[in-house]
């Protein structure tokens, strides 16, 4: 099954980190009736199901076509598909964007008010509480 789902950081590593192509178990915050599945950023309390799938697309708004997302660290590094690396901050001061020119991190003139991203994921299985 093809399915979409919503990457809404948290930030504080609190996120799942994505790569486009991985095919891996992924946990989600259980879905109420007619809801969005998204994917489960460490909610306290949150009840969470799992399903393994594969990642076909993420993409932003703003970004456009993105490749990964790699929320380790207190700085996430997102690499988009035109080749860009940003680096955003995912502590102190969440959002604030850095990018990757001549070999070092410069601060980036982007403003990005929604990180949310839609990711496409296909061979999805069923969604299976956790626990």
Known sequence: MTMNALW???WYELDPSLVVGVTEEFIFHKPAAN???KFYS????????KATGTISAIHHNVLGDIESVDAQGLDYTLV???GRRLL???EEDPGLIYEWVDESWQPSDMVVVDWQLEVKLT???PLTPIG
């Not at 460490?42 to 199901?49: D, R």
């Open 35 to 37: 809801e969005a599945l």
């Open 80 to 82: 988009l598909k035109d």
């Open 8 to 10: 809404i950081p948290a």
């Open 42 to 49: 460490g909610a306290k309390g949150a009840q969470a199901v």
């Open 88 to 90: 955003v901050n995912a």
């Open 123 to 125: 061979s999805l299985s």
